[in-house]
């Protein structure tokens, strides 16, 4: 009887975790556009590159890099929708929101391009209960 109940309670932990495996998955599956990362990339040069640099290395001192090192510490592991809501929420610092939602997504998809992040055929949209499925696999 309790082995029974043992491999029944064990059948429904690996059940629960394969469909947690489902609703999750890596950017290295191709998650957004090459088209959208470009878009992103004359945002950014617009709006962002004054402080973090043309080149993803920043040239203001209190602002982070946003390649190599300081990326896959601020970027690895996280979703996408933690990294689009705090770029949105803060971003650039006393005029958060100055694009629209979609503009700050393309700007992350150029951020997750310029570091190696394969592109794929799909464009991101800005709803955060999909970016939320989305976990940040650095290359
Ligand atoms: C006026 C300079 C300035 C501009 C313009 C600017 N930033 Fe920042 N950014 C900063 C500073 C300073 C910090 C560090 C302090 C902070 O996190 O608030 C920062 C932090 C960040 C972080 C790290 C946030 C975290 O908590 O992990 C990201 C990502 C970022 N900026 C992206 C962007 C993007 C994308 C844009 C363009 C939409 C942008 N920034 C525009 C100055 C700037």
Redesign the pocket.
């Known amino acids: 009887m309790l082995t029974r109940a043992a491999i029944s309670c064990l059948l429904l932990l690996c059940g629960t975790s394969l469909l947690f495996a489902q609703e999750t998955k890596s950017t290295s599956t191709g998650v957004f556009a090459e088209e959208q990362a470009k878009k992103g990339e004359a945002a ?1 040069q617009r ?2 590159a ?3 640099g043309a080149d993803l290395h920043s040239t ?1 001192p ?3 890099d ?1 390649t190599e090192g300081a990326f896959k510490f ?1 970027w690895q592991g996280k979703t996408i929708a933690d ?1 689009f809501e ?2 949105r929420n ?4 006393g005029r958060r929101g100055a694009i629209d939602d979609q503009a ?1 997504l393309d ?1 992350v998809a150029y ?1 997750l391009r310029f570091n190696n992040i394969p592109a794929g055929n799909q464009t991101l949209q800005p709803n955060v209960d999909m970016l939320k499925q989305i976990v940040i696999s650095v290359p």
Do not use: D, F, K, N
């Open positions: 950014y709006v962002c004054s402080c973090h203001e209190e602002a982070p946003l601020g990294r705090i770029i803060t971003m650039p610092p700050y700007i951020i």
